[in-house]
Nanobody, 120 residues
Framework: QVQLVQSGGGLVQAGGSLRLSCVVS????????MGWYRQAPGKQRELVAS???????NYADSVKGRFTISRDNAKNTVYLQMNSLKSEDTAVYYC??????????????WSQGTQVTVSS
């Protein structure tokens, strides 16, 4: 069974920074694309940032220039560095990974979510 466990959420003042991490564990053949999503109360879950195996990144317009996604393939870990935080960034953040468990079998997996609250 594959699990994604994240950490790094919390309360921060506007303009501050937080760093989220997410570790993939279990019977893993390889990890494909990884990404961070967030969901605020009453809103749909949205993609924040994603990164491919080769390192190609994609960001939501609202976080470009402030957030950075990265991955450590040796540790099966993805990070989200969040700088210049705004109150609008307040949400529950989730990591997602497409994981190959066999040569011909892949699944999308989600973390448990962590709260990020930005005070203004």
């Amino acid at each position: 069974q594959v699990q994604l466990v994240q950490s790094g959420g919390g309360l921060v003042q506007a303009g501050g920074s937080l760093r989220l991490s997410c570790v993939v564990s279990g019977n893993i053949y390889s990890v494909n694309a990884m990404g961070w999503y967030r969901q605020a109360p009453g809103k749909q879950r949205e993609l924040v940032a994603s990164v491919t195996t080769g390192g190609t990144t994609n960001y939501a317009d609202s976080v470009k220039g402030r957030f950075t996604i990265s991955r450590d393939n040796a540790k099966n870990t993805v990070y989200l560095q969040m700088n210049s935080l705004k109150s609008e960034d307040t949400a529950v953040y989730y990591c997602n990974a497409n994981i190959r468990v066999r040569f011909d079998t892949s699944y999308n997996n989600w973390s448990q979510g962590t709260q990020v609250t930005v005070s203004s």
